[in-house]
Structure formats: structure tokens, C-alpha cells
């Protein structure tokens, strides 16, 4: 049972749409992470949120834009996305934004760009 | 930033055999993190190494963290079909970014 909740599970779009994905988690952590990994390759970090605040963007295109509500919340918006955006993307979260603690990962959502 | 090599890509094994896989860095380590992903599942986290030299186990598994803190590797003894999916070990760079090893796929003929 994971305790990050992720939706949708899938997502197909075309690359003029705009979509959200959605991520929630109560445990009481304070830092949330998006990832995105592609098939047989490790997860790629591309957002941090620590205390509510964007504590690292890995140079992530900006037709990727992160938002976080509030401590329990980190959401995702696309927009414009391209055929190479397709990918598994994860949220994880864990009890600080420090290096020294597990990363709890949700189910995922699997996008498709067409 | 600290980056770790993972060895092997992929291992297959018989249902009862051993696997080992490996990581390595070149540079010093503060902790290292190992996590299992199953086919069409998520990460999940294993365990944390923080120390120098230490072993630590979970029933079948051993994780092992090298005395310099540059290597660590994960053992599983007598494998089942439900050790199948990849692991994967991961290190953080700078004070809060994971950085994951390309991982080893394991599998297992029954």
C-alpha cells in the first residue's frame, strides 16, 4: 500500500493540451519531490518542494510547472508537452528535505504525448 | 555532483540462487540509499547505510557499506520470485537531491 496518492494513473494527451497531475500525501512531510522516469532507466529528479517553497528545479522546461498548494499537495500542470515528454512521472515525499531521510513514492502516472 | 556506478545492468538467475549487486563511487559518500522497484511498480525505499564498514540485514537480504564509504552493495541469498524487479541504489547530491544508480534488473527462472 503507498501512502503518496497519485492521479490520474494514466494520462494520454496530445501536445496542444493542458493537464494536471496531482499528488497528496498525509504522513506530515514537509519536503515533495516530482520525478520522471522512462523505461529501464533510474528516476530523474526534477522538482523539490521543501516547507511549500521550490527548493530545487532541475532545469526542467517550463511547459512543466510545479505548483504546491500546501504541505499535503504538489501538483503538476503540463502544457505543450512534446513525444519525448512521455514517461513515468513520480512523487515522492519525505519527512524533511534533507538528504538523510527515505523518499516515499506514489504509484506514479503513466503520460502519453501523441 | 556525487554520481554512483551500479553493476550488473541486468542478472538472471535460477529460483534458490544468490544475486549481488554493487555500487560505486568515486567519491566519499555521506549515506547511501537502496530502494526496490517492481515491474510496473513504484520505488520502494530498503534501507539506509550511513556508517563506515556496516552491514546491515533483513531477512534474506544483506546491505553491505564499504570502509572508505565509496562502495556498497546489496545480497540476496536463495532467491524467490518475489525478489524479482530492479534495484536500485541512490545517493544524494548537494543537501537534497537523489541521485538513483542505473539499477540492476533482476530475474528469476522458477
Known amino acids: 500500500d503507498t501512502e503518496v496518492t497519485q492521479t490520474p494513473k494514466h494520462l494520454v494527451m496530445g501536445m496542444t493540451n493542458k493537464k494536471s497531475l496531482k499528488c497528496e500525501q498525509h504522513m506530515g512531510h514537509r519536503a515533495m519531490y516530482w520525478y520522471k522516469q522512462k523505461a529501464k532507466k533510474p528516476p530523474e529528479l526534477m522538482f523539490v518542494?521543501?516547507?511549500?517553497?521550490?527548493?530545487i528545479n532541475e532545469s526542467v522546461p517550463s511547459r512543466f510547472s510545479p505548483e504546491c498548494p500546501n504541505s499535503s499537495l504538489l501538483n503538476l500542470h503540463l502544457h505543450a508537452l512534446q513525444p519525448e515528454d512521455s514517461a513515468l512521472y513520480l512523487c515522492?515525499?519525505?519527512?524533511?528535505?534533507?538528504?538523510?531521510?527515505?523518499?516515499?513514492f506514489g504509484d506514479g502516472t503513466r503520460l502519453s504525448i501523441l | 555532483g556525487q554520481q554512483v556506478m551500479q553493476i550488473p545492468q541486468y542478472q538472471h538467475v535460477q529460483e534458490g540462487e544468490d544475486f549481488t549487486t554493487y555500487c560505486n563511487s568515486s567519491t566519499t559518500l555521506s549515506n547511501i540509499q537502496w530502494y526496490k522497484q517492481r515491474p510496473g511498480g513504484h520505488p520502494v525505499f530498503l534501507i539506509q547505510l550511513v556508517k563506515s564498514g556496516e552491514v546491515k540485514k533483513q531477512k534474506r537480504l544483506t546491505f553491505q557499506f564499504g570502509e572508505a564509504k565509496k562502495n556498497s552493495s546489496l545480497h540476496i541469498t536463495a532467491t524467490q520470485t518475489t525478489d524479482v524487479g530492479t534495484y536500485f541504489c541512490?545517493?544524494?547530491?548537494?543537501?537534497?537531491?537523489?541521485?538513483f544508480g542505473q539499477g540492476t534488473r533482476l530475474t528469476i527462472n522458477p
Open positions: 515522492a515525499s519525505s519527512f524533511s528535505g534533507t538528504g538523510n531521510q527515505p523518499q516515499h
Open positions: 518542494y521543501s516547507y511549500e517553497k521550490l527548493s
Open positions: 541512490a545517493v544524494i547530491q548537494g543537501a537534497q537531491k537523489l541521485v
